[in-house]
Antibody, heavy 123, light 110 residues
Framework: QVQLVQSGAEVKKPGASVKVSCKAS????????MHWVRQAPGQGLEWMGR????????IYAQKFQGRVTMTRDKSTSTVYMELSSLRSEDTAVYYC????????????????WGRGTMVTVSS | QSVLTQPPSASGTPGQRVTISCSGS????????VNWYQQLPGTAPQLLIY???QRPSGVPDRFSGSKSGTSASLAISGLQSEDEAYYYC???????????FGTGTTVTVL
């Protein structure tokens, strides 16, 4: 079945970087954009950016420009999200989410989500 | 701060109908379709409604969505205990080139 499997929880110190992985299976990896969304404890959802797994092209939310890097490995159907210069406010669950097929009414909806990766930033 | 405003909470007894609103500006909701996500406690969000009123396969027809002007609504009819969750609306922000999410509404089944 279609699923996204994310890497495990991370604990980082302020100023460090974290790299979260998201392995896709059950569908043609390069056909669907992948997005990253985060959720701070007790808070709502915040979009971080997206990557086109086919060409590797990325678009990042302005808030994260300069700190976030999204990459992909087509050989393993895996996307990565790296966030640098971590601060306590970056403590959150980070989700990868697949956008629906381009050109359909689903293309701007997230139809498959990973289970999330908890990133804790603490000294 | 989200540009899409939802009521913090909504509640109802089993079998009742509950409606959640989502309001935004004409440049945001007015220009794009609205999606709704359900987030059960401790789990990842799931797509509930897309393109204003479309249900993905597997979503019960108790859930329905609508949009008018700069507002959208999610209705849950025949409320059930398993509907206790957070609900988020979302739409595309062309200036962001990405989605914006609503503030979220927690639904409680009394």
């Amino acid at each position: 079945q279609v699923q996204l499997v994310q890497s495990g929880a991370e604990v980082k110190k302020p100023g460090a970087s974290v790299k979260v992985s998201c392995k896709a299976s059950g569908y043609t990896f390069i056909t669907y954009y992948m997005h990253w969304v985060r959720q701070a404890p007790g808070q709502g959802l915040e979009w971080m950016g997206r990557i086109n797994p086919s060409g590797g092209y990325t678009i990042y939310a302005q808030k994260f420009q300069g700190r976030v890097t999204m990459t992909r490995d087509k050989s393993t159907s895996t996307v990565y999200m790296e966030l640098s210069s971590l601060r306590s406010e970056d403590t959150a669950v980070y989700y990868c989410a697949r956008a629906g097929y381009s050109g359909t009414s689903l293309e701007r909806a997230f139809d498959i989500w990973g289970r999330g990766t908890m990133v804790t930033v603490s000294s | 701060q989200s540009v899409l405003t939802q009521p913090p909470s909504a509640s109802g007894t089993p079998g009742q109908r509950v409606t959640i609103s989502c309001s935004g500006s004409s440049s945001i909701i007015g220009s794009n379709t609205v999606n709704w996500y359900q987030q059960l406690p401790g789990t990842a969000p799931q797509l509930l409604i897309y393109s204003n009123n479309q249900r993905p396969s597997g979503v019960p027809d108790r859930f329905s969505g609508s949009k008018s002007g700069t507002s959208a609504s999610l209705a849950i009819s025949g409320l059930q205990s398993e509907d206790e969750a957070y609900y988020y609306c979302a739409t595309w922000d062309d200036s962001l080139n990405g989605p914006v999410f609503g503030t979220g509404t927690t639904v409680t089944v009394l």
